[in-house]
Antibody, heavy 123, light 108 residues
Framework: QVQLVQSGAAVRKPGASVRISCKAS????????LHWLRQAPGQGLEWMGI????????NYAQKFQGRLTLTRDTSTTIVYMELSSLESEDMAHYYC????????????????WGQGTLVTVSS | EILMTQSPATLSVSPGESATLSCRAS??????LAWYQQKSGQPPRLLIY???TRATGIPARFSGDGSGTDFTLTISSLQSEDFAVYYC??????????FGPGTTVDIK
């Protein structure tokens, strides 16, 4: 079965960086795009970026340009999300999610989600 | 950016009744709309995409309709497990995906 398993909660100081992993299993890792989204406490969902695990190509929401980096390791089927220059407003649950596009393209629909990783930003 | 709005913010429904949730896009998105359900402490769950196509394993009591700018999600005969927050999401403009603010369906 398809599973996306994320790394555990993280606490960072303002200005620091955080890296979260997302281990994919149960399907062809390079066949499906993976996205990262976040949700601040009590708030809605915000799309952050997408990575093509086949070639590592990425696209980021303009809001996160310059401080968001998505990478992947095909040998371990893990995708990483690194967000730098953290502020209190970055405190949120971060989710990886699989794209349900077929034939090697991205549709932009999120059919499987990781369990979420809470990032706390506090001095 | 395509802005998504949802109404109502909260819908109080008795078990067994039906619920209709609305979602509106700030510009036409064809049928490039998905619906998700989220329960407290859990990630979202895909219910509907393409405006009306149920995702794998989603019960038939969930149905989606609409195209252009106006969409609805109907849940017929609400079960206890259906009380949750529902989000709509547009994917018409790749990769500028945006979500609505959500509708909470709670027990009347």
């Amino acid at each position: 079965q398809v599973q996306l398993v994320q790394s555990g909660a993280a606490v960072r100081k303002p200005g620091a960086s955080v890296r979260i992993s997302c281990k994919a299993s149960g399907y062809g890792f390079t066949d499906k795009y993976l996205h990262w989204l976040r949700q601040a406490p009590g708030q809605g969902l915000e799309w952050m970026g997408i990575i093509n695990p086949k070639n590592g190509n990425t696209n980021y929401a303009q809001k996160f340009q310059g401080r968001l980096t998505l990478t992947r390791d095909t040998s371990t089927t893990i995708v990483y999300m690194e967000l730098s220059s953290l502020e209190s407003e970055d405190m949120a649950h971060y989710y990886c999610a699989r794209d349900n596009g077929i034939g090697g393209w991205s549709r932009g629909v999120f059919d499987y989600w990781g369990q979420g990783t809470l990032v706390t930003v506090s001095s | 950016e395509i802005l998504m709005t949802q109404s109502p913010a909260t819908l109080s429904v008795s078990p067994g009744e039906s619920a209709t949730l609305s979602c509106r896009a700030s510009q036409s998105i064809s049928t490039n709309l998905a619906w998700y359900q989220q329960k407290s402490g859990q990630p979202p769950r895909l219910l509907i995409y393409g405006g009306s196509t149920r995702a794998t394993g989603i019960p038939a009591r969930f149905s989606g309709d609409g195209s252009g700018t106006d969409f609805t999600l109907t849940i017929s005969s609400l079960q206890s497990e259906d009380f949750a927050v529902y989000y709509c999401q547009q994917y018409n403009k790749w990769p500028l995906f945006t979500f609505g603010p959500g509708t909470t369906v709670d027990i009347k």
